[in-house]
């Protein structure tokens, strides 16, 4: 550019005012300003205008130079053109999804059609909230047709109230999604008098209480590990022979027990429709091994899961409790119950490709425990990546890659990327750069209920690579996204206290978390 530049200065009798860095500014800039034809057109005439005062050479020189400028601008112009369109396509949709979305709202709350609603905003007059509630928000109660009171009723209204005016009436409402996943949402907010309060805190302790007796325990173990596999079949034996329960293990355990001399009946799948149909016959994973194994076992589920009690057999163990050596009192008080557990979100991820934009069946969505991270994989450019939180652009990311995390996985390579800790039970979706570079990138921690989408943009100079709980590697080309959003299958952890305690400790224990020997009195004092 600079040599085009210099060569302009030397045929011409004026200063040159060609700014080519204006076109190719902020490759995040989604308005194309420059066309392609105007651009080569303005060149041309550029050089036709011009007066010259140089030699034959000089023009040759030139006029290549010109080509050269008008061909690059020609390509910047097309690649934000291609940019647009794919916004464009990108933005239907997301208009055509909320919209089917919208339908099926509509279709599974019978009782909040548009004409109720319609009918209840017109009687704000101090209208008592409906006594049946059994409607699309169940006992739940709290749905969009919920009229706030603004005034006191009754025949004698205070006086005070009527001196300062009318309070103005409004109504919070949220979508009745038709599902039970939004409807704990109640607890939140009270609706009484207008005035808003926080009722109820959604992050107690939540307690497992068995109903029935728990028949049937699925070991996953981990593997290459003789004291793993030992351990395995003793509590193996002891849960059949002290409790009468059945257990299930991976098809390779299987084998492995076989051979052992334990002789125990255990029981597998074969096939992938066994496999699917796990949760309707397992009341209790048990992990034998570290994260790892806890990660595995969550991907075995692509739906509900049991609640998990991990036993500790790894080098960390934030997710894995319990110690193994005192296994028979722990899965007592388990299986008699109640013990607390810890929710712990799942992001379920799609892959969409460009090649198949116009398929409707898609690649099967991915669950994730810990996170999904997108990163250049061997490539030794800078990743780019474009990302944005529903409807919103969030930011480009361009540096090694980015973590979209749980808050499981806040303790992991979310970590690691200088991402915050975040308790679990905390409703949040990390967003953690890989070496940003940029000096003002911090992460961020978004609301549960977001859908974030990571795009790859044509003018990516390569490839990138997305791999989930550090597994399943998938290549993104330009032009292929990554769609995240919270699963409505969390994996329930049993917890050797309560959720937080075992927080607490696991980042004590594991990370040695703010260790620092504490001063003694013997110095200065105030
Ligand atoms: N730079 C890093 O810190 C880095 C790099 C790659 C992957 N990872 C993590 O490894 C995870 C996969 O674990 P793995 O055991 O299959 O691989 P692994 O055997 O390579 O172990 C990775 C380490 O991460 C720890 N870990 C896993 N989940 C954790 C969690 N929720 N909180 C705290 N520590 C956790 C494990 O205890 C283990 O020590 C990925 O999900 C990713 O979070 C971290
Ligand atoms: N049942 C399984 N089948 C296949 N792979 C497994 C299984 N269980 C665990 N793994 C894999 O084995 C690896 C190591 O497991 P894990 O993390 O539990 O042990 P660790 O590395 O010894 O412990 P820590 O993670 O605490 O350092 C992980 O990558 C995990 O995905």
Redesign the pocket.
Known sequence: MASSRSLLEKVSDQPVNLDLTASHQSENDSISTVSSVESEKAAYEFLAQTPIKSTDKHLVEFSEAMRTVAKALRQVAEGKAAAQAEAAEWKRKYELETAQKQQTRIKDCGTCTDDNLGKMASQLSLEAPASDQTGCCGNHGICSHEVLQDEVPGPNPRPSLSMVGRKASFRLSWGCNGNKNGQHKHDFVSFEKGDITTAERSSKQILLKWESRPQTVLFITKPNSNSVRVLCAEMVRWLKEHKNINVFVEPWVSKELLTDDSNHTVQTWDNDDDKKMLHKKVDLIVTLG???TV?WAASLFKGPVPPVVAFAM??????TPFPSEQYRGCLDNVLKGPFSITLRNRLQCHVIRDAAKDEIVTEEPILVL??VTIDRGISSYLTYLECYCDSSFVTCVQGDGLIISTT??S???????GGSMVHPQVPGILFTPICPHSLSFRPLILPEYVTLRIQVPYNSRGHAWASF???DRKQLAPGDALICSISPWPVPTACLVDSTTDFLRSIHE?LHWNLRKTQTLDGPRD
């Open positions: 570290g994260d790892g990660l790894g080098s960390l163990g934030f997710m810990n996170e499981s996985g303790t992991a390579y979310s970590l690691a990327a709980d550090g597994k594991g």
